[in-house]
């Protein structure tokens, strides 16, 4: 069993920052692929980012490129989501995810889920 607890989460105005942590317990995270959603009120859980186990592999939904950036630390059972130039739109709660596997995965089949951190956005 593979808990996620993220963190990071709080209000920011428009053009700031924020890092979210995804801490993982056990000891098989290092081969792990893990992946950040995110879902606004009224809306579905949507894909965010994702990075492979060994983090050589990195994606993006088309909205967040350029702006956000998915990393992690093995030796730290930890990924990462940097988000600068944020806009309201991604005001929403961002969950972290994690499946052993080799393959990213971008879409909703993932085994582990945390509870979420909410992040808000101010105009």
């Known amino acids: 069993q593979v808990q996620l607890v993220e963190s990071g989460g709080g209000l920011v105005q428009a053009g700031g920052s924020l890092r979210l942590s995804c801490a993982a317990s056990?000891?098989?995270?290092?081969?792990?692929?893990m992946g950040w959603f995110r879902q606004a009120p009224g809306k579905e859980r949507e894909f965010v980012a994702a990075?492979?186990?060994?983090?050589?592999?990195?994606y993006y939904q088309d909205s967040v490129k350029g702006r956000f950036t998915i990393s992690r630390s093995n030796a730290k059972n930890t990924v990462y989501l940097q988000m600068n130039s944020l806009k309201p739109e991604d005001t929403a709660v961002y969950y972290c995810?994690?499946?052993?596997?080799?393959?990213?995965?971008?879409?909703?089949?993932?085994?582990?889920w945390g509870q979420g951190t909410q992040v808000t956005v101010s105009s």
């Open positions: 995810a994690g499946k052993n596997t080799r393959v990213v995965i971008t879409t909703h089949d993932y085994v582990y």
């Open positions: 056990g000891r098989t995270f290092s081969s792990y692929a």
């Open positions: 990075i492979s186990w060994s983090g050589g592999s990195t």
